[in-house]
């Protein structure tokens, strides 16, 4: 079971230095990642307080990595689409 994940690491390594075959493309990767990490972090953050605040009125909010890679990569209708299947979920 240890393979996977080193599959994993080495096909995106692969993938990174393959966007980086020319040294002027460092900086832009490394913005776009930073930026990319960021956002994912603030949507935790979101979705935690979403989870927090909504738990009072009995809303279920899940909080994991695809919910929180969905808010980070739509934004703001992620999180209506994340609410969306919380309500749904916890009503019907």
Same mark, same amino acid.
């Given at each position: 079971?240890?393979?996977?994940?080193?599959?994993?690491?080495?096909?995106?390594?692969?993938?990174?230095?393959?966007?980086?075959?020319?040294?002027?493309?460092?900086?832009?990767?490394?913005?776009?990642?930073?930026?990319?990490?960021?956002?994912?972090?603030?949507?935790?953050? /979101?979705?935690?307080?979403?989870?927090?605040?909504?738990?009072?009125?009995?809303?279920?909010?899940?909080?994991?990595?695809?919910?929180?890679?969905?808010?980070?990569?739509?934004?703001?209708?992620?999180?209506?689409?994340? /609410?969306?299947?919380?309500?749904?979920?916890?009503?019907?």
């Amino acid at each position: 079971m240890m393979w996977k994940p080193i599959v994993g690491f080495v096909g995106v390594l692969f993938f990174f230095f393959l966007l980086m075959r020319t040294r002027k493309h460092w900086g832009k990767a490394i913005e776009w990642l930073s930026i990319f990490w960021f956002r994912i972090a603030f949507s935790f953050v /979101l979705l935690f307080a979403l989870h927090y605040l909504l738990g009072f009125a009995g809303l279920f909010v899940p909080i994991n990595f695809f919910s929180s890679l969905l808010v980070a990569l739509l934004g703001i209708p992620g999180v209506a689409s994340v /609410l969306a299947i919380s309500i749904y979920y916890n009503f019907f």
